[in-house]
């Protein structure tokens, strides 16, 4: 009979988290429960442990190959995009890391309203971090015009989104690499680009985004 310790062997070890589990004996225990899928652990779909995840199917009787990927199409331009980013666990939107140029004396806890270089639709925010003249927001508008929240904004004008973080929806990339994507809170479902420079698990920072597609 199977057991968990049988499963944890082939898994690779990195108590990452990015399975939606702390370790990976509590993934494997959810495997042999089947509450969950190989595809989940996004380690076992690449080269490095494609052993590993033949014979992980072999024990848990799998037959097939992985999902199929789902297509990710953005609405405005229809461009496809590699992966949708999520928000960060218990977080309203995907991080935003934006260069203002009228800094208004901002600090962490500020709201702020801008537009990003090259889309048409104004943006709300609340400011979480600043480093080295950069902030890192969270995207919290339009809907306080809906619940009518009594919100002081400043308003920036401009500001340049210099970086994305966020939880990868779709298949994930590897450092280095151009990527296109849609973060799930815009309000276009616009398609948007950029360099990968770090991956966690399913989570990622984006860098140098640009909102033309080729």
Do not use: W
């Not at 331009?77 to 309203?92: H, I, T």
């Amino acid at each position: 009979m199977v057991d968990v310790n049988e499963i944890t062997k082939y898994l690779p070890g990195f108590n990452c988290g990015a399975c939606g589990y702390k370790r990976c004996d509590l993934f494997a225990e959810e495997l042999l429960n089947k509450d969950v899928k190989l595809e989940d652990c996004p380690f076992l779909l690449r080269e490095r442990f494609k052993e590993n995840y033949e014979k992980l199917k072999e024990i848990l009787k799998i037959e097939g190959t992985a999902k199929k990927q789902e297509k990710y199409i953005g609405v405005i331009d229809g461009y496809e995009a590699d992966f949708l980013l999520k928000p960060l666990p218990n977080e309203c939107s995907c991080r935003e890391t934006l260069l203002i140029i009228d800094k208004k004396e901002l600090k962490v806890g500020d709201y702020i309203k801008y537009r990003p270089l090259g889309c048409p639709i104004p943006h709300f925010a609340k400011i979480i971090d600043e480093y080295h003249g950069l902030y890192t927001i969270h995207v919290v508008g339009p809907c306080h015009r809906i619940n009518e929240e009594k919100i002081e904004y400043k308003d920036v004008g401009i500001a340049i989104v210099v970086a994305f973080e966020g939880i990868v929806e779709g298949k994930v990339p590897e450092v280095g690499k151009t990527v296109k994507f849609i973060p799930k809170h815009c309000m276009m479902q616009k398609v948007h680009s950029g360099v990968v420079v770090q991956v966690e698990g399913k989570r990622v920072y984006i860098e140098g985004i640009d909102l033309k597609v080729f």
